[in-house]
């Protein structure tokens, strides 16, 4: 395939070319998922680490389950009673898995950057799970599968994203990854959500709901993110329900067959309504749930056949081959 990688640690070094490389394998994996033998053997012989130094339920349990249909040895480590605790730096920990030998890391953390930096410390394919503020580059291509999915294509789309935009690292890759596919972007909420630097980022810019709903294809919700709120961004949940909330009224503005993701998990009552987020002809909220173990089992693959290239290569060019 044509996805070239070492590591998945954001989506601003992917060319179009290795989207859609990712989702192209992503769809054999959709099908592998929905059959009785659920099974692969790409990772056979392989150790998968998990180190999520944040919680998420959701993204941890897609890793995990990604790795095992692929046959990979998975292991969680738990980073909340970790040594990190107790004064050790991410480059001693570094050092540390390097003992351990693992093929493939997926990290999550609470840091923008971090995991660039284990990235360049350990001897193995390194996934970004999350890290700050910066990027999710798997919930942007699970993302972009689903759309691909329900519209038939992933180009030349009117795309609203919806909320606290200026603390959402889901938002940023999918910015990057939408744009890249050349869709027209929108981004919609109060002054206070958006980042400071939006006008560097190539997107239309919305205060009003309906008049940025207005016409589109998708329409992506984001969460609150008041874990990384230190002030007043919004007067109160009832306030910014009533203005940034979706529901049947706002979403009239978008076109009629449009469809409504969020990457969960959901206030609902808060950034969107209970009605919208089950209505089974437009959301597709639990289709992303579905897409991302099969991308996650995708890049993964793509990542493990290059780690294998390279290993050979470097044992064909040492003269250590039998």
């Given amino acids: 395939m044509s996805f070239t990688q070492s590591h998945l640690l954001g989506i601003e070094p992917l060319s179009p070319a290795d989207i859609t490389a990712l989702l192209d394998l992503s769809e054999a994996y959709v099908d592998l998922n929905r059959s009785e033998e659920k099974h692969s053997q790409a990772l056979t012989g392989l150790t998968q680490i998990n180190m999520f130094f944040e919680n998420s339920t959701r993204t941890q349990a897609s890793f995990e389950l990604a790795g095992k249909r692929l046959g990979a040895d998975v292991m969680n480590m738990s980073m909340q009673a970790s040594s990190i605790k107790k004064g050790e730096t991410l480059i001693d920990t570094a050092l540390t898995l390097n003992a351990m030998h ?32 910066h990027e999710h580059p798997t919930q942007a291509l699970l993302d972009a599968l689903t759309i691909r999915r329900a519209k038939g294509r992933l180009h030349r789309l009117n795309i609203a994203i919806c909320g606290d935009i200026a603390h959402s690292r889901v938002a940023r890759s999918n910015i990057m990854l939408l744009g890249k596919m050349e869709n027209r972007i929108r981004l919609i909420g109060p002054p ?70 969020h990457p969960g998990p959901m206030n609902r009552g808060v950034e969107i309504d209970g009605t919208i987020a089950d209505d089974i002809n437009r959301s597709v909220i639990q289709e992303q749930v579905e897409m991302g173990v099969a991308v996650r089992m995708a890049a993964m693959d793509a990542l493990a056949r290059n780690l294998r290239a390279r290993r050979f290569n470097s044992r064909a060019a040492m003269g250590t081959l039998v």
Avoid: W
Wanted: glycine share 8%; net charge negative; with cysteine.
């Fill in 102 to 133: 693992p093929d493939l890391l997926v990290v999550r953390h609470p840091h923008s950057g971090a995991v660039d930096l284990l990235a360049q410390k350990v001897n193995c394919a390194v996934l970004n799970a999350g890290d700050g503020r």
């Fill in 192 to 261: 206070t959500l958006m980042p400071s630097q939006i006008s560097e980022f190539g997107v239309e810019v919305y205060e009003d709901m309906k008049e940025g709903l207005e016409g589109v294809d998708v329409v992506m919700m984001l969460r609150l993110q008041k874990e990384r709120m230190d002030g007043g961004f919004i007067p109160s949940e009832r306030e910014y329900y009533h203005r940034y909330g979706l529901d049947a009224e706002k979403l009239a503005y978008a076109k009629e067959d449009a469809i409504v993701m």
